[in-house]
């Protein structure tokens, strides 16, 4: 593993493997009734929230305390930011505390990697979301759910996603998790297929290593998974589609576009759903979607992502110690 973890594009296949098998172990802690390591004991690490979160930050935190660190909570709202103190005199703060790891979510594109290569802060950093531009963890937990339902939970071990047909739906060009997705999923070697109408695709997809297509229909019944997108209005500065109820009829996922979908495939969504949509209360309730089990996955991947960057040298998972009789 590098140092820190600022894109998806950064993973080698042999990483983000070892990533994916990792939090399987993490995963079984989850089963046990204390649901705690004593990996990071000691250390500090400090969720430094620029942007509203409630899935990443919560699952970050869950992470972090199972593996037994010591945490800071961080939101701009409230803080030295809301006055204008800059991220530099921020990161140095935290500098001056001691701290071991940065996760970091900002609504400026490339602020992690900054903070990662500026020399303000000795910490490792952790890439939670900036702009529209990455957001890897999610990409992590995403190809992780897909690999324990695709391929298996004990199958799936030191497995990637080569021939799965992966097809992603909807507001491409503000998303940084359709971004993330398409440079992992590729890394893994699955078959992306993006879906939107041509206003919601940036400007160069031409050059992303994956296929593009404005038919929702033709692309379902060959689709191994389908990810729906939320639009993202709050990012939006014009009108790039002409109502909500024509979006949907094109590019939104019912019961009946889901029944032309293969009996194996599932449906999948980074949350928050916007239901009636991208997404109809069918489908989102239905046994194929996995937008609880991305949730659960994400606290597994995020433990891994922290232990493979924290931990040292001692396993991930020791087994229960047993009294002698």
């Known amino acids: 593993m590098q140092r820190h973890l600022i894109s998806a594009a950064d993973l080698t296949r042999d990483d983000a493997v070892l990533i994916l098998d990792t939090a399987e172990e993490m995963a079984r802690v989850a089963d046990r009734p204390i649901k705690k390591l004593p990996t ?143 440079d992992l999923l590729h890394t893994l070697g699955a078959e992306v297929t993006l879906v939107a109408p041509p206003t919601l695709l940036p400007v160069g997809i031409e050059t992303w290593p994956c296929e593009v297509s404005y038919d929702l229909d033709s692309t379902l019944p060959k689709s191994d998974a ?19 109820r024509e979006y949907s009829r094109r590019y939104g996922l019912d019961g009946d576009r889901m029944a032309r979908m293969p009996e194996h495939a599932i449906v999948m969504h980074p949350g928050p759903m916007v239901r009636g949509m991208e997404i109809t209360a069918e489908v989102a309730d239905s046994h194929r979607c996995t937008v609880v089990e991305q949730v659960a996955n994400g606290v597994s991947i995020r433990m891994a992502v922290l232990y493979l960057l924290l931990g040292g040298n001692e396993p991930a998972v020791t087994a229960p110690r047993t009294e002698e009789k």
């Open 40 to 182: 990071l004991r000691g250390r500090t690490v400090v969720n430094l929230f620029f942007e509203d979160s409630t899935r990443t930050r919560i699952s970050f935190e869950a992470a972090e305390k199972r593996l037994s660190a010591d945490v800071i909570n961080f939101s701009a709202k409230g803080s030295s930011v809301s006055k204008g103190e800059s991220l530099k005199d921020t990161a140095q703060t935290l500098e001056a505390m001691g701290v071991d790891a940065v996760v970091i979510r900002h609504g400026a594109s490339g602020a992690p990697y900054r903070l990662a290569t500026s020399g303000w802060i000795d910490a490792h950093v952790i890439n939670a979301g900036d702009g529209t531009h990455q957001h890897p963890t999610q990409a992590l937990l995403d190809a992780f759910t897909m690999r324990r339902r695709l391929v298996g939970r004990d199958a799936g071990i030191g497995q990637d996603l080569a021939g799965k047909r992966i097809t992603i739906v909807g507001d491409v060009l503000h998303s940084r998790v359709a971004r993330s997705n398409v």
């Open 226 to 244: 389908v990810m729906m997108l939320r639009v993202q209005r709050e990012r939006m500065n014009a009108a790039f589609f002409p109502t909500e």
